[in-house]
């Protein structure tokens, strides 16, 4: 088999779950062995693969239980919500890929690693929470929180209100020397889910958690630079990108370079809450010396790395 070289790829955290009814973790162990299955066909096709994953839905379900049992326990902040998701899927990838390897009679081995991410503490994400989280809540337990506990509640388009908490862009993954070091001795790792955990780095060089999340996508593409990987991979819901998006003269995009992404982009093809950000991370990762990347969905992986479909970018 041939080295083709180190792959980061990014699964979604809603593609733990495929719909409101299959949201018990059996559920979600199902639909990440799904992934799994694909992501080792990449490793039959030689590459060496970090996978960082979504991890939204499951912080949500994490602060849910905490509210729920607030009356006899502490409840969790938001920077332990990440590290506790990124145990629990990190357990589930890694178990799937277990089985995996065993099936197929592989001697590889998975490891997941707790990841930090290091953010600016004076990135402007910080003055102007946008990311929301956690449950819906009446005005009344809104403005409460926002008096006892100091946060920042929005009604969110009639639905009720919810806490947003903010987003800053990703500086340093913290554990990027120890991931580089499993990859090289034959590990198949799972690092930086939900984007790592944020962290700030004081005068003294000490780490301390903030009440933030990461775009997974963007942290994503800071590790693949570190890691100095030959490609990174966005798993999405999607075979490939298009442009004039659900509209008649849809088109779908096999190839683009960064201008040609650059210029989509300045057209509004790409949309906020979902495309934007992607393409945003693959940029981030092409311009600070990244060779190549890929958009597909989980089922399209190998095809798409023999060429036969997804989006590819290159510089």
């Not at 178990?95 to 290091?118: D, P, W, Y």
């Not at 947003?164 to 913290?174: G, K, N």
């Amino acid at each position: 088999m041939v080295k083709k070289g180190v792959a980061v790829v990014a699964v979604g955290g809603n593609s733990l779950i495929k719909d409101e009814k299959r949201k018990s973790i059996k559920d979600q162990f199902d639909a990440g062995a799904e992934s799994m299955h694909h992501i080792v066909d990449m490793l039959e096709q030689g590459w060496d693969v970090v996978i960082s994953h979504g991890n939204g839905p499951q912080v949500g379900f994490i602060l849910r239980r905490s509210e729920l049992s607030r009356h006899e326990l502490h409840e969790v902040p938001l920077d332990y919500c990440g590290a506790d998701s990124q145990g629990s899927i990190g357990y589930m990838f890694a178990q799937a890929l277990n089985h995996e390897f065993v099936a197929r009679g592989m001697n590889k081995q998975a490891v997941a690693v707790v990841t930090q991410t290091i953010v600016d503490r004076n990135d402007k994400a910080f003055q102007n929470p946008t990311k929301p989280i956690g449950s819906f809540m009446s005005a009344e337990m809104a403005h409460e929180k926002a008096e006892k506990e100091g946060w920042v509640v929005v009604e969110d388009a009639g639905r009720g209100w919810r806490r947003v908490v903010p987003s800053p862009i990703p500086q340093r993954i913290v554990e990027a020397d120890a991931i580089q070091s499993l990859v090289k001795s034959g590990f198949v790792v799972i690092a930086v889910g939900g984007g790592g955990i944020p962290v700030v780095e004081d005068e003294a060089g000490k780490l301390h958690g903030v009440e933030a999340v990461i775009d997974k996508d963007f942290g994503s593409a800071i590790l693949s630079n570190m890691i100095n990987a030959d490609l990174f991979v966005i798993s999405t819901a999607v075979e490939k990108v298009a442009i004039n998006f659900n509209k008649p003269d849809q088109k779908w995009i096999d190839r683009m370079t960064v201008a040609e992404a650059k210029q989509y982009m300045e057209e509004g093809h790409f949309a906020k809450g979902s495309m934007l950000p992607k393409i945003q991370a693959i940029l981030r990762f092409l311009e600070n010396g990244g060779k190549q990347a890929l958009i597909t969905n989980p089922e399209n992986i190998g095809r798409a790395l023999r060429g036969e479909t997804g989006t590819w970018i290159v510089p």
